[in-house]
């Protein structure tokens, strides 16, 4: 399973972290490369009952592939109109789109992309 978590905010990491222990093929994509640029650099550490370490791929939103089987939305919304044109044109119809966005205030765009 390609998994790609949009947003390199403490929670979209964390949730990438836990479903990189289940499924290696976790990618992180960012609008703004400066996040990225620090996560590939170093590793992320998470702490919780059990501490572990991770690594990430990281790439920009324009790096989007095709073939991510779910794509989980953490980035803020004010992105979105850059976001969800490029995950329209690239990503294929059986890939599911998962937000975790504060609101919904984007809901025309989104339900015309």
């Given at each position: 399973?390609?998994?790609?978590?949009i947003?390199?905010?403490g929670?979209g990491?964390?949730v990438?972290a836990?479903?990189?222990k289940?499924?290696?093929?976790?990618?992180?994509l960012?609008?703004?490369?400066?996040?990225?640029?620090?996560?590939?650099s170093?590793?992320?550490?998470?702490?919780?009952?059990t501490?572990?370490?991770?690594?990430?791929?990281?790439?920009?939103?324009?790096?989007?592939?095709?073939?991510?089987?779910f794509?989980?939305?953490?980035?803020?919304?004010?992105y979105?109109k850059?976001?969800?044109?490029i995950?329209?044109?690239?990503l294929?119809?059986?890939?599911?789109?998962?937000?975790?966005q504060?609101n919904?205030?984007d809901?025309e765009?989104?339900?015309s992309?």
């Amino acid at each position: 399973m390609k998994i790609a978590i949009i947003g390199a905010t403490g929670k979209g990491l964390t949730v990438a972290a836990y479903l990189q222990k289940i499924y290696p093929d976790v990618t992180i994509l960012d609008v703004p490369m400066e996040p990225l640029e620090q996560i590939q650099s170093r590793r992320v550490t998470i702490y919780s009952s059990t501490t572990f370490l991770t690594n990430f791929v990281v790439k920009p939103i324009e790096s989007c592939a095709s073939d991510y089987d779910f794509v989980f939305l953490f980035v803020h919304p004010f992105y979105n109109k850059n976001i969800l044109p490029i995950l329209k044109s690239t990503l294929h119809e059986s890939c599911f789109i998962v937000s975790f966005q504060e609101n919904l205030s984007d809901w025309e765009l989104i339900q015309s992309s």
